[in-house]
């Protein structure tokens, strides 16, 4: 099973940006996908996850309304669009899966995923 996250960049504030995770030997439709990211000297940072079957989409409260997610299941791509970009989303973003599914109130803390991609940096310059 492999996850890749790739399209970070350099963007200024206020830009957006594309990321995407593509999935090897495990079909991200069947399984919830997650974001995470992680700033220099910060924790891992739980961005938002999106459940499976037609699951609920959770989002920190930092990203609600600038981030969404997008599913390609002919891809087995899960796409995660950033718009209103702000330097503090400055991080490296990892996507990340698993079979449970989530409900609302929930912030995953990432041990709940299986699955992890590599990580793709994203920096957000002022």
């Known amino acids: 099973v492999q996850l890749q996250a790739s399209g970070g960049g350099l963007v200024q504030a206020g830009g957006s940006l594309r990321l995407s995770c593509a999935a090897s030997?495990?079909?991200?439709?069947?399984?919830?996908v997650g974001w995470f990211r992680q700033a220099p000297g910060k924790e891992r940072e739980f961005v938002l996850v999106?459940?499976?079957?037609?699951?609920?989409?959770l989002f920190a409260s930092s990203v609600k309304g600038r981030f969404t997610i997008q599913r390609d299941n002919g891809k087995n791509t899960v796409d995660l669009q950033m718009n209103s970009l702000k330097p503090e989303d400055t991080a490296v973003y990892y996507c990340?899966?698993?079979?449970?599914?989530?409900?609302?109130?929930?912030?995953?803390?990432?041990?709940?995923?299986?699955?992890w991609g590599q990580g793709t940096q994203v920096t957000v310059s002022s």
């Open positions: 990340a899966a698993t079979r449970r599914r989530f409900s609302t109130g929930v912030s995953p803390n990432g041990n709940e995923f299986n699955y």
């Open positions: 030997g495990v079909t991200l439709n069947l399984h919830t």
């Open positions: 999106n459940s499976w079957a037609g699951g609920i989409t």
